[in-house]
């Protein structure tokens, strides 16, 4: 199923049932006096929030949601069933955006409920009007119309660790080697076209697609993805040693996080971790190490090659992690 994080849909919370009327005659009694109820409230509509990332794929055909409405009132003053409630499931990390109010919801939490739309008041029933001097009224009110507008949603995936970098940084074959992670890998750039997560002893990663340059203007797949990198707690900044040009890589990646909605990305932890290491000899990897060192991050190498060099940068992991 192809993995979706972006989705609108639209939405429409009950109306209100409305109120009737009715007259209540009594037995062996001459008087005979209003008593038609009130109607029932519409049912409102809420976002929730739990830990399934494939929601909004199982989403894509049903672009209409609506609440139930509230049944119109009964005889003898007797009020109208409320509408029952819609509750729309959202993976955590879902922002819903109101299309005509254009207020912004948050999901951070699993089990968070939020209200979006509310339900219509049910109208009122003649019993309501009755007065001293209107002892037999005929009126009623209607229901009232429920809230609806289209919803926008937009899923910021939640990660204790992201791994970013260019495309074919060796980022996949990492998530799978470090994690019981099955993503798709290839010999070539952009393989990877969703976010592939994976489970670290407990620790969440994400496998972020590549960045290019550009990618906080729109370009390519990076814009569309630099947003997931907003909610993880540590970047991995993945650098392969196959690359010519090792700090234009790591610079074009640091550029565009530092343009990216204001900077928002800029002072996000971040490791750089040199991939691929089994591509150059062990004393010109560890001089590019040293060199990497000197903007003050924690530098690791790797190659998924060796199993060995996979469990002990595991291990360091899991120790910044913590």
């Known amino acids: 199923m192809k993995f979706v994080d972006e989705l609108t849909i ?8 409305d109120g009737v009327v009715r007259w209540l005659h009594l037995k062996g009694q001459e008087y005979s006096g209003p008593s038609g109820g009130n109607g ?8 929730r929030a739990v830990r399934d990332i494939a929601l909004l794929s199982r989403y894509r ?20 069933k409320r509408g029952e409630d819609l509750i729309i499931d959202l993976p955590i990390g879902s922002v819903v955006r109101n299309s005509i109010t254009g207020e912004v919801h948050e999901l951070m939490h699993e089990g968070e409920q939020k209200l979006v739309l509310k339900g219509g008041r049910g109208g009122a029933g003649n019993a309501v009007f009755k007065s001293s001097v209107n002892r037999s009224p005929t009126e009623s009110t209607p229901g009232v119309k429920g809230e609806s507008a289209q919803l926008f949603i937009e899923l910021r995936l939640f990660a204790d660790a992201g791994l970013i970098g260019l495309p074919n940084a060796g ?4 998530l799978n080697s470090l994690t019981n992670a099955t993503a798709k890998v290839a010999p070539y750039a952009f393989t990877t076209l969703d976010p592939n997560l994976g489970a670290l002893h407990g620790y969440i990663l994400a496998d972020i697609p590549g960045l290019i340059e550009g990618a906080s203007e729109g370009k390519g797949l990076g814009y569309k993805f630099l947003r997931h990198i907003a909610r993880t707690r540590l970047l991995i900044h993945c650098i392969s040693l196959e690359s010519q040009d090792l700090k234009a890589d ?3 990646v640091r550029d565009e996080l530092n343009k990216f909605e204001g900077g928002i990305l800029a ?17 010109e990897v560890k001089a590019i190490q040293k060199e990497f060192e000197k903007t003050g991050r924690k530098v690791y190498t790797v190659t998924v090659l060796d199993d060995s060099s996979v469990k002990e940068l595991s291990s360091s992991l899991i120790s910044v992690l913590r």
């Open 40 to 47: 029932g409230d519409g049912g409102d509509v809420y976002i």
């Open 171 to 174: 980022k996949t074959s990492l």
């Open 267 to 283: 002072d996000k932890p971040e490791i750089i971790l040199l991939t691929k290491s089994d591509m150059r000899d062990v004393s």
């Open 61 to 80: 055909g049903d672009k209409k949601w609506a609440a139930e409405n509230g049944d119109p009132g009964g005889n003898r003053n007797k009020g109208g």
């Open 10 to 17: 639209g939405a429409r919370a009950g109306n209100g049932g």
């Open 250 to 252: 790591y610079e074009t």
